[in-house]
Structure formats: structure tokens, C-alpha cells
């Protein structure tokens, strides 16, 4: 089974500050990798599919990037509406299998 | 736009099964281009997928949770359900559900969710 994990598991930063989460897979997943926002208390969101493609509707401070085993996201300039838990998620249409990472919990300073 | 809403039991007893339906409003759950999803969020866990299924009746199972869940479609009331066997307090989670396109694995939209408690 390929394993994720996520860098930090939590961060503080200011609004406007640039912020950037790391995802890992244990192997090689080409682009298969996707990303989620969960606010408090709501359900997740997609953000990016397939590691850089920005999902309907999402700001464009939010981008995704890298292949293979390590994944980021990034947003350029944190938003007040940007505080939620950003997940990982990899996948694998032949089983299909869905992984999601544990998460990385982003608030302000 | 399409939006998904979950349904069911908020507690559960010990051993009994868990039941849940979703609920597909602006737009048809037989439409063929999409599989329909469960996946679970248990409190202080991540994310985990439980399984999918297409309009004709094809099902996708987590294999940890495979002998344990049934997802079913009722496309005359454009509606899919969860059935999860047997269940323990390691059971208690949020559960939504979502839909993911044919030929790809990311989830949008999503429901918004509903709590399940396994408690006596």
C-alpha cells in the first residue's frame, strides 16, 4: 500500500503570508494527487486534481505543483478564509484505492 | 449544480448496522458519468475512503471495511446508501458522501456530512 504523509501537521501564519505544504508518497504516483481545504466544521472542498490543475471556482493564490513522490501546495497569500485543514489525497483508478493524508492544520499567528 | 445530501441514524447500538442515504439533487444519479462515494472522517483521524458506486450497480470497496460494507443505488429516487455491518464505537465518525467523476479519482462535490455515534 503507498503510504502519505504531509509537512507540517500544523502552521501559523499571517494574513498575506506565502504558505506551502508538503505531501510525500512512499512511490512513485506520477500526478495522481489531488488536494482538499476543510474549513471548520464544513465538509472538504477539491482544490487541485491531478497536482497542478485548480479545481472550479478556486482562487487562483491557491496552486499545486510536483510529481512523482512529493507534492506542494501553495498559497501565495493567506486569505482570512484560508484558516481550514488541507488534505492530500492520492489515488489509484486500477484497484481503485484512495488515500488521503493526515492533514496539515493552517491558522493565523 | 449538483448537491449531495446524507441522512440516517445519528446513534447507533454496538454490533447493530449502520444505515445511511444520500440524496442527489440538480442532476441524475444515472446519468452514467460519475461514481457516487462514501468516505468517513472518525474524530481526531484523517480521511478515509469507504467505497463507490456506478449507476448500474458496480461497487468499489475500501478492503480493509470490504466484508463489512454494502453501497447501493436507487436511481428511481435518485439516492445511493451505506450499510455498514457490525459496527464498534471505532465506528463513530462524520460520514459523507461525494461524487467522483468516471475515469478519475478526485471527490466534488460533497455532501456536508452526517455524525454517527456507535453507543449503547
Known amino acids: 500500500d503507498i503510504q502519505m504523509t504531509q509537512s507540517p501537521s500544523s502552521l501559523s501564519a499571517s494574513v498575506g503570508d506565502r504558505v506551502t505544504i508538503t505531501c510525500q508518497a512512499s512511490q512513485d504516483i506520477s500526478n495522481y494527487l489531488n488536494w482538499y481545504q476543510q474549513r471548520p466544521g464544513k465538509a472538504p472542498k477539491l482544490l487541485i486534481y491531478d497536482a497542478s490543475n485548480l479545481g472550479t471556482g478556486v482562487p487562483s493564490r491557491f496552486s499545486g505543483s510536483g510529481s512523482g513522490t512529493d507534492f506542494t501546495l501553495t498559497i501565495s497569500s493567506l486569505q482570512p478564509e484560508d484558516i481550514a485543514t488541507y488534505y492530500c489525497q492520492h489515488y489509484d483508478n486500477f484497484s481503485p484505492e484512495f488515500t488521503f493524508a493526515p492533514g496539515t492544520k493552517v491558522d493565523f499567528k | 449544480q449538483v448537491q449531495l445530501q446524507e441522512s440516517g441514524p445519528g446513534l447507533v447500538k454496538p454490533s447493530q448496522t449502520l444505515s445511511l442515504t444520500c440524496t442527489v439533487s440538480?442532476?441524475?444519479?444515472?446519468?452514467?458519468?460519475?461514481?457516487w462515494s462514501w468516505i468517513r472522517q472518525r474524530p481526531g483521524k484523517g480521511l478515509e475512503w469507504i467505497g463507490d458506486i456506478y449507476d448500474s450497480g458496480t461497487t468499489f470497496y475500501n478492503p480493509s471495511l470490504k466484508t463489512l460494507v454494502t453501497i447501493s443505488v436507487d436511481t428511481s429516487k435518485n439516492q445511493f446508501s451505506l450499510k455498514l455491518t457490525s459496527v464498534t464505537a471505532a465506528d463513530t465518525a462524520m460520514y459523507y458522501c461525494?461524487?467522483?467523476?468516471?475515469?478519475?479519482?478526485?471527490?466534488?462535490?460533497w455532501g456536508q456530512g452526517t455524525l454517527v455515534i456507535v453507543s449503547s
Open positions: 440538480g442532476g441524475s444519479i444515472g446519468s452514467g458519468a460519475y461514481y
Open positions: 461525494a461524487r467522483r467523476d468516471l475515469g478519475e479519482g478526485w471527490f466534488d462535490p
